[in-house]
């Protein structure tokens, strides 16, 4: 994949990577990116990453921790005085006094750590850790800087009437067929075209369809940028060479063109090609829960994010003009929704589809790995008799609305769950006809869940979440991953 920059970019990322090189000579820094699609986890990661740093937690896997070398790790002050701090506390407190988990990832945020460790050879050291913590679907962005109009028109449309996503598409679809991108330019039926398209996007993004690749990411999440033109386009049925600058299709791909330069661009600039390593995080169960067209969705989503890294093992000139991400950890998040015997198996479904992703990083020298973990352990497991069978359950709040067996749960009551197992060999569920197993997007029972294969429930926090170490699966196991080299 060739890369986006121009010579102006790679001047200001080379400019900026020697002064953080320089920088790190008399601070050892150590920039952690923090990403994932929709719902996958990112600020619960990184709020119990922090919190098992500096309050503490079992962690056995993550040796610098597990051997007592790490003495203490410290917030510090925010390290970039434009970028708007990650609010550690206030999603602390939401966890722990009103048991709720932290809204979903808007923008970009970062928090520095300072950690004090001993060497192997007995010396003290500090490691500066900056967690930048971002949308997953601003990755999904990233290729569209190699991309014209007409690219990004045609790769659009051309998901909106595949099968998996022609219902929900059918308006928008609609909308298209009425504005040939001949049109004169039109302020309002741009408008009109574009709302339909972003309405598109968040269907979607429904517990039903359960979809990756949406881009473009802002569209979902605008902030400032709500209403204005750089977020009023949509793809039109265009040829490659567009009309006149006064067209409709004109019009929209002004547009495009500003979105990139606007949005895309600068995140890149500023934050994506700054990062020393990457994780991941996927919400594998809910694509599961959807169906196969969700599953094969996102390993698109997985298999396009990856591409979007600079992924490959630094020379010296690469450390302090084009630093690459030499480590990548993709983590399926919600282990604590499935019984332990199942979570080998998580793993192994992550892994299936990262494959084709894996064997570029690797040829290019960096090292990718997966896991499956639950930062925030929401369940404990326990045995239940039925039926003269004792059977493994998770127990555990689902959350206010979720159903099961036609139960809908009321936020407040604990109850043993069953959540079935993931076959043993994950082949089975990537079968190309979509026969492998049923979803919430292929059901047709009455109420679309009665004879679906999986469907993994939503659960609150813990109670108890403040100062004493929380409840996880493999967090530990990621640290020593993401970090352990570095604290030598």
Known sequence: MAFFTDAVDDARIALQALADRVEGIAHPT???GVTGLSRAGKTIFTTALIHALTKGARMPVFEPYQSGRIARAELQPQPDDAVPRFAYEGHLEMLGAERRWPSSTTRVSELRLAIRYATRRGSLKTLTLDIVDYPGEWLLDLPLLNMSYADFARQSLALARAQARAEVAAPFLAAVADAPA????????AREVAARFTTYLAACRSERLAMSLLPPGRFLMPGDLEGSPALTFAPLDVEDALSRADTLGGMMERRFEAYKHAVVRPFFRNHFARLDRQIVLVDTLSALNAGPAALADLERALDGILAAFRTGRNSLVSTLFRPRIEKVLFAATKADHLHRASHDRLEAVLGRLVERARERAQDRG???????LAAIRATREARVRRGGHEL??????????????GHIFDGEEEVAVFPGELPADPDALFDPSGAGFRGLASSMAGDGQDDVHFRFLRFRPPAGIGDAPIPHIRLDRALQFLLADRLP
């Open 30 to 32: 150590l920039r952690l």
């Open 392 to 405: 493994d359950a998770i127990v555990g709040t689902p959350e206010a609305g979720q159903e099961a067996g």
């Open 182 to 189: 001949s049109a004169t330019a039109d302020e309002a039926r």
């Open 366 to 372: 960096a090292t990718l790995d997966v896991v499956a």
